[in-house]
């Protein structure tokens, strides 16, 4: 097929480039750089296989030729309020991603009647009062706190994919990405492992918030890809979790960090200085896509980190 990837600067852009140049298909990249990075992608600059756009998903999108299948994963994503590109400093370009970009990328798969999945996201729901988070919950959310300019953007661009494959049967998918970490990962992201990561291979001590309770689950990025390609090409409709299963507290992760880099410096616990409404516990229930799509994550959290480290050391001028 003639793929069109928009956010394909991204972390998880690229790789979905690279996974589906690699199964010869044909990528068209679309990215307007806010918050994806032009290197991400200069490895695949010359492959005939290849184009790229630069192109803000928030205005009309015009493709001359014909695409067999769109991925809708252009949006900022990272909940660092420090960062100058997370979500809380554009909240405009958040939001519009989320409204008109799935708009236009869903105008655009109704045209050429081409297969479309939206990247929607665990944040959509909100802190959690189930656990672990099945699909058919319907989410704890504040629709006007700080977070909500990327939960909301999410959760109507979900509502808007149903809608188009309910009232123009366009052919759509929804994964439910819960966290993802691997190369070509902001380093300023603001979650938990490029905090930890970074500061252990600096020989820093980590900084844990609070008592470091709150919980998570991790999952390699060739994981969440290859769960994401399975869907692509299911016929599922229903949105998806895709993410791993296994739940840990913030405090065990921080260990198995140091644990794994050798960092002797050990943890510095610190005042729990979170965003409003952070979720404080976080685990999908992946029955769907066990059932559905006969996937479920393989790469352990010791591999996983190992093959990270090398990415981050040269981010950091690390030898």
């Not at 188009?164 to 998918?173: E, G, I, L, N």
């Not at 691997?182 to 980590?206: I, S, T, V």
Request: glycine fraction near 8%; charged fraction near 25%.
């Amino acid at each position: 097929m003639r793929i069109l990837i928009t956010g394909a600067a991204g972390f998880l852009g690229s790789h979905l480039c690279d996974r589906l140049l690699a199964e010869d298909h044909q990528v068209v990249g679309m990215d307007n750089f806010i918050t994806g990075k032009p290197e991400n992608l200069a490895h695949l600059m010359g492959n005939e296989d290849f184009e790229f756009y630069k192109h803000d998903v928030s205005e009309y999108i015009f493709l001359p030729e014909k695409v067999g299948a769109i991925l809708h994963f252009a949006s900022p994503a990272s909940p660092n309020p420090l960062s100058p590109v997370g979500y809380f400093n554009l909240p405009i370009q958040t939001m519009k991603a989320g409204a008109l970009g799935t708009h236009h990328t869903l105008g655009v798969a109704k045209t050429y009647n081409a297969k479309y999945l939206l990247a929607s996201t665990s944040e959509i729901y909100g802190d959690p009062l189930v656990h672990p988070q099945k699909e058919d919950y319907p989410g704890n959310v504040d629709p006007i706190g700080t977070r909500a300019v990327y939960d909301e953007a999410k959760r109507f661009a979900e509502s808007l994919t149903m809608a188009y494959h309910r009232a123009h049967d366009v052919d759509t998918r929804i994964v439910r990405i819960f966290n993802t970490y691997g190369p070509r990962m902001d380093l300023e992201d603001g979650r938990a492992l490029p905090n930890f990561l970074k500061q252990a291979l600096l020989k820093q001590p980590l900084t844990v918030y609070g008592d470091g309770s709150q919980t998570r689950s991790f999952c390699y990025v060739d994981d969440l890809i290859d769960g994401i390609v399975k869907l692509l090409y299911s016929d599922e409709h229903l949105p998806v979790n895709i993410g791993n299963p296994i739940e840990m507290t913030i405090l065990q992760f921080a260990e198995a960090i140091n644990r794994i880099t050798g960092n002797p410096a050990g943890i510095k616990f610190v005042p729990d200085a979170r965003s409003e409404r952070d979720p404080q516990r976080r685990q999908p229930d992946i029955t769907r896509a066990r059932t559905i799509l006969g996937w479920e994550p393989k790469v352990n959290l010791d591999e996983g980190i190992q093959r990270t480290i090398p990415y981050f050391k040269e981010q950091l001028g690390i030898e």
